[in-house]
């Protein structure tokens, strides 16, 4: 079972990123996929979530900018990232989880990704 993100790299204040995460080894249409980043020092912390169904959580810092999507056939999930700023620069981890939910807490995940890093300039 693996996640594997991609789509990370340098980018300046304003601009976008679309993220990847292709899940193998089993099929994860049932569970939460969830993007989280850790920046520098920082805990880890939700950025956005998806249930099964399509229903999506964010943090607040990223509503109106981030839109996490997923496509249950390809069993990839997808983060794009908008009107990017300096303080979103973090490694990117997908995560997956059977909750029924999206959850806050990083270990409540079961699988998750290598990161993919982040750099907005400023």
């Known amino acids: 079972v693996q996640l594997q993100a991609s789509g990370g790299g340098l980018v300046q204040a304003g601009g976008s990123l679309r993220l990847s995460c292709a899940a193998s080894?089993?099929?994860?249409?049932?569970?939460?996929m969830s993007w989280f980043r850790q920046a520098p020092e920082k805990q880890r912390e939700l950025v956005a979530g998806?249930?099964?169904?399509?229903?999506?959580k964010y943090a607040d810092s990223v509503e109106d900018r981030f839109t996490v999507s997923r496509h249950n056939g390809k069993n990839m999930v997808y983060l794009q990232m908008n009107s990017l700023k300096p303080e979103d620069t973090a490694v990117y981890y997908c995560?997956?989880?059977?909750?029924?939910?999206?959850?806050?807490?990083?270990?409540?995940?079961?699988?998750w990704g290598q990161g993919t890093l982040v750099t907005v300039s400023s």
């Open positions: 995560a997956a989880s059977q909750s029924s939910r999206v959850l806050n807490s990083a270990r409540l995940y079961e699988y």
């Open positions: 080894g089993r099929s994860f249409s049932g569970h939460i």
């Open positions: 998806i249930t099964s169904g399509g229903s999506t």
